[in-house]
Antibody, heavy 122, light 115 residues
Framework: QVQLVQSGAEVKKPGASVKVSCKAS????????ISWVRQAPGQGLEWMGW????????NYAQKLQGRVTMTTDTSTSTAYMELRSLRSDDTAVYYC???????????????WGQGTLVTVSS | QPVLTQPPSSSASPGESARLTCTLP?????????IYWYQQKPGSPPRYLLY?????????GSGVPSRFSGSKDASANTGILLISGLQSEDEADYYC?????????FGGGTKLTVL
């Protein structure tokens, strides 16, 4: 069965960086991409970006350009999301989801990780 | 980025149907897009329910009951999630999503209460 398992909760100070991992299993990792989505406390879902596990191509949300980097390690079927220059409003649960490229037909974001709480506080 | 408008809340009784809407801005034609729907319960990640483009191009998520279905109302430029035979376990937040141009966009979500 498809599973995405994320790394544990993090507490960071403003200005620091955080790197969250997402280990995939149960499917051919390079046949899909991974999208990252975050959810601030009590708020809705915000798409952060997408990375192709096939060739590493990325597409970041304009709002986060310059602060976020997404990578993959195909040898371990793991995706990573690094967010830099953290601010208090980056406090959120961060999710990874299996994702096709944007215009691809069919299901998308069909499997999700359990979420990683990142708290930014001085 | 365009804004997808979802009513903040909706309610219905067990056994009834709930019709949740996702309205696109006027400069984006709902007929041109896949509409994706997700269910989220407190403390859990979103769950993929289905996508809907047309009656001949749609897909149900794995294990999602057939009482969850999608459609569109072109006259209202709206995507619709219909939940029939409501059960108490359907009480959750529901989000729509589309890919309008080089970025995924989520609606603000609707909190469905099963009375």
């Amino acid at each position: 069965q498809v599973q995405l398992v994320q790394s544990g909760a993090e507490v960071k100070k403003p200005g620091a960086s955080v790197k969250v991992s997402c280990k995939a299993s149960g499917y051919t990792f390079t046949s899909y991409g991974i999208s990252w989505v975050r959810q601030a406390p009590g708020q809705g879902l915000e798409w952060m970006g997408w990375i192709s596990a096939y060739n590493g191509n990325t597409n970041y949300a304009q709002k986060l350009q310059g602060r976020v980097t997404m990578t993959t390690d195909t040898s371990t079927s793991t995706a990573y999301m690094e967010l830099r220059s953290l601010r208090s409003d980056d406090t959120a649960v961060y999710y990874c989801a299996r994702a096709r490229r944007g215009a691809a037909p069919g299901p998308n974001f069909d499997y999700w990780g359990q979420g990683t709480l990142v708290t930014v506080s001085s | 980025q365009p804004v997808l408008t979802q009513p903040p809340s909706s309610s219905a009784s067990p056994g009834e149907s709930a019709r949740l809407t996702c309205t696109l801005p006027s400069d984006i034609n709902v007929g041109s897009y896949n509409i994706y729907w997700y269910q989220q319960k407190p403390g859990s990640p979103p769950r993929y329910l289905l996508y809907y483009y047309s009656d001949s191009d749609k897909g149900q998520g794995s294990g999602v009951p057939s009482r969850f279905s999608g459609s569109k109302d072109a006259s209202a430029n709206t995507g619709i999630l219909l939940i029939s035979g409501l059960q108490s376990e359907d009480e959750a937040d529901y989000y729509c999503m589309i890919w309008p141009s080089n970025a995924w966009v989520f609606g603000g979500g609707t909190k469905l209460t099963v009375l």
